[in-house]
T-cell receptor
Framework: DAKTTQPPSMDCAEGRAANLPCNHS???????VYWYRQIHSQGPQYIIH???NNETNEMASLIITEDRKSSTLILPHATLRDTAVYYC????????????FGKGTLLTVNP | DTAVSQTPKYLVTQMGNDKSIKCEQN?????MYWYKQDSKKFLKIMFS???????INETVPNRFSPKSPDKAHLNLHINSLELGDSAVYFC???????????FGPGTRLLVL
């Protein structure tokens, strides 16, 4: 599976958009980009995933560059409860599929 | 109504003991997983079962033995516990082997 690179930490003001970048320059054609987050002491929570097109759901938007070498997770109106470690993961399906979590980005939303 | 539940939530035990952690999912998923999160917060997969069959077995000591009595349950038994086993263990499930994974609340194991 391709490796990902994320900044170790970011800050965001409450109510503002949080834009979390992820580099995955070695991603292959059949690999998806997944985003999970882990709020302190809780189990990881799925946010969104995509292959080529931009995706949006009730939690966030995912913008994937045309060359697919990087992506950005956007939380449109960050709240204090969005403070968490955000993980960007790339992987493909199949019987050997597994999520490989890196160090992620600690997003701190400030009042 | 918890989708993925684990018991116990906390487990404190002595070195050398044998302990089990239980996981149940009520989502009707076919695939279940065990992850370990160590003190440095790295989250690593240990095992994955699909339809009660082992499909992923990472480099985990033989002291760890998963058991899946049915598709809704995946238990983790640990023999001869060591200090280094202290960690948070997360169970997860997904619809199939490539589906979105839903995680349980974790079991915090402390070996003294």
């Amino acid at each position: 599976d391709a490796k990902t690179t994320q900044p170790p930490s970011m800050d965001c003001a409450e109510g503002r958009a949080a834009n979390l970048p992820c580099n995955h320059s070695t991603i292959s054609g059949n690999e998806y980009v997944y985003w999970y987050r882990q709020i302190h002491s809780q189990g990881p929570q799925y946010i969104i995933h995509g292959l080529k097109n931009n995706e949006t759901n009730e939690m966030a938007s995912l913008i994937i560059t045309e060359d697919r070498k990087s992506s950005t997770l956007i939380l449109p109106h960050a709240t204090l409860r969005d403070t968490a470690v955000y993980y960007c993961i790339v992987g493909s399906g199949g019987s050997n599929y597994k999520l490989t979590f890196g160090k992620g980005t600690l997003l701190t939303v400030n009042p | 109504d918890t989708a993925v539940s684990q018991t116990p939530k906390y487990l404190v035990t002595q070195m050398g003991n044998d302990k089990s952690i239980k996981c149940e999912q009520n989502l009707g998923h076919d695939t279940m997983y065990w992850y370990k999160q160590d003190s440095k917060k790295f989250l690593k997969i240990m095992f994955s079962y699909n339809n009660k069959e082992l499909i992923i077995n990472e480099t985990v000591p033989n002291r760890f033995s998963p058991k899946s009595p049915d598709k809704a349950h995946l238990n983790l038994h640990i023999n001869s516990l060591e200090l280094g086993d202290s960690a948070v263990y997360f169970c997860a499930s997904s619809r199939d082997v490539a589906g979105t994974q839903y995680f349980g609340p974790g079991t915090r194991l402390l070996v003294l």
